[in-house]
């Protein structure tokens, strides 16, 4: 099983209206999200089907999964709330 990990790609802050880069923003998440177990990965964009950043735990099970899931959820909003927006720029 791979461990559970949190997608960061190239255009995320774009479509979330941050006001930083997809660097910044993984970097952002690395420490909160390491301390529910999950680790930050950057990845280029290359047409895949979903442009935004996505929780990744292959080989649980599905309640483990929406459990993780949901913790996930709740520290990236955090961690983005966090962060300055276009908006707020």
Same mark, same amino acid.
């Given at each position: ?6 997608? *960061?790609?190239? $255009? ?13 923003? #993984?970097?952002?998440?690395? #420490?909160?999200? !390491?301390? *529910? ?6 990845q ?12 990744? #735990? ?8 929406? !459990?993780? !899931?949901?913790?996930?959820?709740? *520290? *990236?909003?955090?961690?983005? $709330?966090?962060?300055?927006?276009? $908006? $707020? #720029?």
């Amino acid at each position: 099983m791979i461990g559970p990990r949190y997608v *960061v790609l190239d $255009n995320t802050p774009q479509i979330s209206r941050l006001d930083c880069t997809a660097d910044e923003l #993984a970097d952002a998440l690395r #420490a909160p999200l !390491a301390m *529910v177990g999950v680790r930050v990965v950057r990845q280029r964009s290359t047409g895949t089907k979903s442009p935004l950043s996505r929780f990744q #735990a292959r080989g649980l099970p599905r309640r483990q999964y929406d !459990a993780k !899931a949901i913790q996930v959820a709740r *520290v *990236v909003d955090q961690v983005i $709330n966090g962060l300055p927006s276009r $908006n $707020n #720029a």
